[in-house]
């Protein structure tokens, strides 16, 4: 493969131990990996070259949190959001019908295109979850469509109870987990009010992780409850949402090491509160930012978005945010990623902008000049 020199790097993130940030940069990529990066002055020759003019590089975004596979939309939902009634996760329902009636070639269809819109505005790696089929049948097909889209694949069939949910725990850990054991790598719970309790998620998720599933879960979303202790408990890779905390789980969090993937566009979505990203920061929570794409809640898949909510509403410095976005994202999922040290995939995201900062700065702007992924220049 030829090599590709990314010269002129106003600012050069890597996160690499010794120098995480760089100034007046310049980065090699050879056979799809970081070969070198340095002062530019010091740049190697190479085949092709990248003129970053200015702007910055960065890892290329990790989205652990993503529910990309499901039919219809909930534009209607929104719009009565809109007016005032209050998010209820209940409207899931309204997704898992439309799920169940869309052919598997519908579903693949939309959820490339929402993967390939990810990959346009730099995410770079992608975990998405089930979810909207709820039968044995229709959970596979999710779980299937999604694999064909990342590795990273999880396993939610107690989402929220079905219609008839007599014996649906069973169903969950009986033949649908055995069913989703070989296409998913993880399981999550949606642990809330008019969903699961924390006794059934304990039964889902224990179940889940004997069989080698990394364990993930919806946790303190819509309100106080037992999810992020029940994460902590399990020793879960993430507890995700965190919107509503006590001291108690925040504590829970620090001293488990459980990742905290908090998803502010939810939050837009539902109009509700922000997730105390500052406090969990402050105490050394381990914290990631993810979009959570979903028709209810978060129907997008800016990972930019996310961060500039993250610095505007939630009190993180851009830094702090970009780091969560890749590092944190890799963190939530137990995976080597979101960082551009020497030797890792050339995964990374060339910005029209001289800073992250301009995420917050310029919002709703597209800043994405260039992504890179395995060293191939996909956009
Ligand atoms: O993460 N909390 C559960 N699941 C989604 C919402 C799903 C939906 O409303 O369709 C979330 O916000
Ligand atoms: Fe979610």
């Not at 979303?221 to 995700?240: I, K, R, T």
């Not at 939810?266 to 105390?276: D, K, L, N, R, T």
């Not at 979903?294 to 410095?317: D, H, K, Y």
């Not at 960082?339 to 301009?358: E, F, K």
Request: include cysteine; aromatic fraction near 4%; glycine fraction near 10%.
């Amino acid at each position: 493969m030829r090599s590709l020199l990314l010269d002129r790097i106003e600012m050069l993130v890597t996160w690499d131990d010794g120098l995480p940030v760089r100034r007046d940069a310049a980065l090699l990529v050879e056979d799809g990996v970081v070969a070198w990066s340095g002062p530019a002055a010091e740049a190697p020759a190479a085949d092709d070259r990248l003129d970053v003019a200015g702007g910055c590089v960065v890892p290329g975004f990790v989205d652990s949190h993503t529910h990309l596979v499901f039919g219809g939309d909930r534009t209607a939902e929104y719009e009565a959001r809109l007016a005032g009634k209050p998010y209820a996760a209940g409207g899931i329902r309204t997704t898992v019908a439309a799920t169940r009636a869309a052919s598997t070639n519908e579903l693949r269809r939309r959820a490339r295109r929402l993967a390939m819109e990810a990959l346009r505005s730099g995410t770079t790696t992608l975990e998405i979850k089930s979810g909207y089929g709820l039968t044995v049948e229709d959970e596979l097909r999710c779980l299937q469509v999604a694999a064909e889209l990342t590795p990273h694949v999880t396993f939610l069939g107690a989402h929220v109870p079905p219609d008839v949910a007599v014996g649906y725990i069973e169903l969950v850990t009986g033949p649908m987990l055995e069913a989703a054991v070989g296409v998913a790598t993880g399981i999550d719970a949606f642990c809330e009010e008019g969903a699961f309790d924390v006794d059934e998620c304990r039964e889902v998720l224990g179940a889940g992780a004997a069989r080698g599933l990394d364990v993930h879960v919806h946790a303190n979303q819509l309100q106080p409850g037992g999810g992020v202790q029940l994460a902590a408990e399990l020793g879960a890779l993430s507890a995700d949402h965190c919107t509503h905390l006590t001291d108690a789980d925040v504590a829970a969090l620090r001293e488990s090491g459980v990742v905290a993937v908090l998803v502010p566009a939810a939050e837009f979505g539902a109009g509700s509160a922000y997730a105390p990203a500052r406090r969990l920061l402050d105490a050394g929570v381990t914290v990631a930012l993810a979009t959570d794409c979903n028709p209810g809640t978060s129907f997008t898949t800016s990972m930019p978005f996310v961060i500039a909510l993250a610095c505007r509403q939630q009190e993180l410095r851009p830094m702090e945010a970009l780091r969560a976005a890749t590092l944190g994202g890799a963190a939530a999922l137990g995976i080597d990623a979101g960082h551009l040290r020497v030797g890792a995939p050339a995964d990374l995201v060339v910005l029209d902008a001289p800073s992250p900062t301009w995420f917050a700065y310029r919002p709703g702007v597209d800043l994405v000049r260039a992504v890179l992924r395995g060293g191939q220049v996909v956009r």
